[in-house]
């Protein structure tokens, strides 16, 4: 019998490429015939801590910051695994605020270099944001991954988990 | 300097009693100020999560399920922490719903003894599942944990957490 937990459980045999695009493809099959964003984006944090767990990341958060209905020009937190985060995110603020406001990912290799860095949490050192946008190209928020060492992330991280962010805005109704 | 995810830093020798009601008083200063159910909710299941793990009770989800705006009678996945979970829950299916349609807390010693009982991942044997009222007294939904071990959660567990349902069901706008 299966369960909807396998989903969370990469092989660490996987190359990162092949495990990266298993999150993308997990995904897709988590999200056919569910449009419901909270739920797509939980399922989803939980793709994507798993995957970069199985690949010995030490990823300590993973999760999204969307609109808030309640302020312009503002994230407010949204589903994510790790520790208790920051609520809310102006867009002049930081690195998620950054990737809102140019709508292009924000690969940070050291996030005590990046100007205004807002540390929800003291030991990251590297953090990749990108943007999601909907079918009509309206950003809606943003996917942050958080890591405790430094250069966590590359440029294949980027590509996949921009093919990631693409689906996301496509699936779900925001 | 103090992060938000010194929140989630809960000190292994404390007592459960403590543990758990510091839960309560993090949830409360979290959500002092802030209205919005997702991040509300989504800071919560971390502070669950990492509470149980520093009393090494084997909680392998801790999270929400909330009513489904697209459906009657049916629970769509919420935030939380743990591996990918069923998406929706009917009414009328297993632990969750059951605490959901009679609005009574569902303590359940062996999840394989529990009639209708739904696996989102089959490894869990023990649960408590507790709804959620708002203060008008609306069913929003149900806090959900889930452990690797049999009798994972007692009547201390079901008090302090149903002190924490009341005070997110009055602190949440739905």
Redesign the interface.
Known sequence: ?T???????FANTLSKKDTLELVVE?YAA?ADG?T?W??NL??CA??VH?AYHSLSVPVNWA?FY?L???KDNQL?????????????IPFDKGVCGTAAVTTQTQLVSDVEKFPGHI?????TQSEIVLPILDKEGKLRGVLDVDCLALNGFNEMDQKILESLCKLIGETCEW
């Open positions: 019998m369960h909807h937990a396998d989903y969370s459980n997990s988590l569910q419901n909270v739920a939980a399922n939980s793709l798993h999760g969307v808030d209905p309640k407010i937190l949204g589903p994510f695994m790790g520790k208790v985060a920051c609520q809310v540390a929800c949490d003291g030991e």
